[in-house]
């Protein structure tokens, strides 16, 4: 417990900044909702006719018109690339920060197992990521309510959890790199989560790559997908946690066996 109260301290402000973010581009794109509604059935119009660009981020599947189409492609983009974009922030930087800032021959002198020590901040690491999706959907529903408008729970919930598991298995993945890491590698983990977005706009555009949908978490986290199907692709959502905990275990298997001094 004190290693992850020690990470969450670290952390907080990092967490802070990133949510308060996230949930305030939310709020601002669901009271724009109401006043752009009217000439949103023209935007799905135009950019149903413009083919393999509608079809990268799924706008040729919903109607910007209703709030849940609205809602999948404008803040599901803020939530899945900035989300994820935190998770793998987090992720890469949560052991290889302590031989960076030279703090591991410390930790490591404490009768405490590497064992525990990984526990601890693994636990850290998704209680961020899960204080981070449960504000901005709090603050996301609030918003809906304020301006009025019915709440499409099933379809909200849906696309939060399959946000909230797509960070995780990116931040898996990250931890999993951040113990091969000697002084840590930001790009490395920003970078992994944007390929990992573009894998699925290339998946989306050409059949022959449909493959790459079974390998970036944004297969299973298509919004416009889970809004018109009212469900999570099974497949993917099994493949994606197997390779998190991959991740995690190759994180283990490196860190019990890495000399830090």
Not at 22 to 45: N, R, T, W
Not at 180 to 196: D, M, T
Request: glycine residues 10%.
């Amino acid at each position: 417990m004190t290693i992850f109260r020690h990470e969450l301290r670290q952390g907080r402000l990092s967490l802070i900044i990133w949510t308060v973010s996230i949930a305030f581009l939310f709020a601002v794109c669901i009271f724009l909702f109401p006043e752009m509604k009217g000439e949103m059935d023209q935007v799905s119009d135009v950019f149903s006719t413009m083919g393999n660009f509608s079809a990268a981020f799924g706008m040729d599947q919903v109607s910007f018109g209703t709030l849940t189409g609205f809602y999948a492609v404008e803040c599901g983009n803020i939530l899945g690339l900035g989300g994820a974009l935190y998770a793998a922030m987090c992720g890469i930087s949560m052991l290889s920060k302590e031989e960076k800032g030279h703090t591991a021959e410390f930790l490591l002198s404490h009768p405490v197992s590497r064992t525990r020590i990984l526990s601890g901040k693994l636990a850290a690491l998704y209680f961020q990521i899960l204080v981070l999706n449960a504000a901005v959907l709090i603050i996301s529903i609030v918003s809906i309510y304020a301006v009025g408008e019915d709440i499409p729970w099933k379809e909200i919930l849906l696309l939060h959890l399959a946000y909230s598991l797509l960070q995780i298995e990116i931040a898996s993945i990250c931890f999993g790199i951040s113990a091969f890491l000697r002084k840590g590698s930001l790009g490395v983990g920003l970078g992994l989560a944007i390929i990992l977005y573009f894998f699925n706009i290339i998946a989306n555009i050409s059949d022959s790559a449909e493959f790459l949908k079974y390998i970036s978490p944004y297969g299973y986290a298509e919004g416009t997908e889970i809004v018109t199907n009212i469900s999570l692709d099974g497949m993917p959502v099994l493949l994606g946690m197997l390779y998190g905990v991959i991740g995690v275990c190759a994180g283990y298997i490196k860190y019990n066996r890495k000399d830090v001094m």
